[in-house]
């Protein structure tokens, strides 16, 4: 069974720092895409950053980097540099495999940014 | 407009009342979902469309629970006699599915609708 596994329901940073956010899958097909959302306490789900399985490098964006490591089945998501505006719901999610239709997300880490 | 777009944003009702929860996707969009999240929790899958495929139901939670999904772009979801249980916002989700190694295909979310159940 597919399933998107994230053990920190909350945590706290102190702005300007780097945080790390927990994600592992678990999943036997070798195609699959990883993906995290943000979701602010306005409720909007806003897409962050995406790993393919086949991917060979790390993906980054702005202060967004995905640390995949493949065999360990782990794709944290790293934010550099918090900002207030980074306090949210952050849910990884995966697309596939077998059904490049389906996603599957975890339940969440609440990301609270102290100044 | 260019995003997902869902109405009614908030929707309060009694128990026992059937909702219609409307959900009009981006153009050109081939896959249409709907999620629902309770308070504070995590999305929980209910149903998608992909093309004129069948839709996958499997996350339906009971037969009160129904989706249309008319000409390839408006869905509505169908929630018959609520509960109070079915109190939650209800999110729609739209993505284009390229070839492999086209778009990454990931998800566009609406606003949601929010349920409560009275």
């Known amino acids: ?115 | 407009g260019a995003g997902v777009s869902q109405s009614p944003s908030n929707k309060v009702t009694e128990k026992g009342k059937d909702v219609e929860l409307r959900c009009d996707p981006i153009s050109g969009h081939t896959a249409l979902y709907w999620y629902r999240q309770s308070l504070g929790q995590g999305l929980e899958f209910l149903i998608y469309f992909q093309g004129n495929s069948a839709p996958d139901k499997s996350g339906l939670p009971s037969d009160r629970f129904s989706a249309e999904r008319t000409g390839g772009s408006v869905s509505t979801l169908t929630i018959q006699r609520t509960q109070q249980e079915d109190s939650a916002v209800y999110l729609c989700a739209s993505s284009f599915l390229g070839l492999a190694g086209g778009p990454m295909g990931e998800l566009f979310f609406g606003e949601g609708s929010r349920l409560t159940v009275l």
């Open chain 1, 1 to 115: 069974a597919q399933k998107i596994t994230q053990t920190q329901p909350g945590m706290f940073v102190q702005e300007k720092e780097a945080v790390t956010l927990d994600c592992t899958y678990d999943t036997s097909d070798p195609s699959y895409g990883l993906f995290w959302y943000k979701q602010p306490s306005s409720g909007e789900m806003i897409f962050l950053i995406y790993q393919g399985s086949y991917d060979q490098q790390n993906a980054t964006e702005g202060r967004y980097s995905l640390n995949f490591q493949k065999a360990r089945k782990s794709a944290n998501l790293v934010i550099s540099a918090s900002q207030l505006g980074d306090s949210a719901m952050y849910f990884c999610a995966m697309r596939g495999p077998y059904n490049f239709n389906k996603f599957y997300f975890g339940s969440g880490t609440k990301l609270n940014v102290k100044p």
